[in-house]
């Protein structure tokens, strides 16, 4: 993931500051999508505003209950890569679009309120990345049902397509802005949750308490047969083998 993310975001951010072919579909792409939804039913374009909720609100609010739980549980394993998925993750966004600093798409009759955040990478596509594909790492493990596992996996992976979707629809981020922000998701979600189980790996293997008969494995010196004294059983008469005579009883 790390390796594949860093990738995707290296060549477009290349392309992006040299002004590369990859380039060559984002304003045709957007305006096809813009007049699109303008001759869209309203409903249509609300299904799409939705989106954005989808992929910023309701992720706040998934993320402040499961670190609610995550605390009052003391999984601090958990925790940690929730915060880095979660939390990191959109100021890494913040770091990079303000680095960047692309202009979002600019139209005459905008579908919504206009962003005025740089768009390079898309801080929706870092987000469902890192923050749905953290709450399948935490669940689909715990799954015994492969069907279960599947179906839960395409419901989030299409929820994902959509909320990346909404966001060229109603005109707020060019095509390589989307596949940018996946390629940061990939590399960070990689990076950080690689990073923290090793960590906490290593330290449940540094605080693991002595095992049940560990000690007897430690090497004792054994004595020496000359020096162990020898018990003799009393005798019921005559001379002892010590050669001290003992009296009959």
């Known amino acids: 993931m790390l390796i594949i993310g860093s990738l995707m975001f290296g060549v477009l951010a290349y392309n992006l500051v040299h002004h590369g072919p990859l380039l060559a579909w984002d304003v045709p792409l957007a305006n096809r999508l813009h007049a699109t939804a303008l001759a869209s039913p309203r409903w249509v374009d609300d299904i799409m505003i939705a989106g ?20 009052c549980k003391r999984y601090w394993r958990e925790l940690v890569m929730l915060c880095n998925c979660f939390g990191v993750s959109a100021i890494l966004f913040r770091v990079l679009s303000l680095t960047f600093h692309r202009a979002r798409p600019v139209f ?14 898309s801080g929706h596509a870092i987000a469902v990345v890192c923050s749905y594909g953290l709450l399948l790492y935490f669940f689909v493990p715990k799954m015994k049902s492969r069907a279960g596992k599947a179906w839960l996996t395409a419901g ?31 590399a960070w979600s990689g990076l950080s949750n690689t990073t923290v189980e090793l960590l906490f790996q290593k330290r449940e293997h540094v605080e693991k ?18 020096t162990v004294p020898l018990l003799v059983p009393p005798s019921t008469g005559g001379a002892s ?3 001290i ?4 009883l």
């Open 241 to 243: 083998t010590s050669g």
């Open 52 to 71: 954005f909720y989808v992929g910023d609100q309701l992720l706040i609010l998934i993320g402040v209950v499961l670190g609610i739980y995550f605390i």
């Open 108 to 121: 005459e009759t905008p579908i919504w309120h206009m962003k005025v955040i740089p768009g390079f990478p």
């Open 209 to 226: 308490p002595t095992r049940p008969g560990l000690a007897s494995t430690v090497w004792h010196p054994t004595p020496d047969a000359s």
């Open 245 to 248: 005579p003992t009296a009959p």
């Open 156 to 186: 989030v992976l299409l929820l994902c397509v959509y909320v990346l979707f909404s966001r060229l629809f109603v005109g707020d981020h060019f095509l390589t802005d989307i596949f940018a922000g996946l390629g940061v998701g990939l």
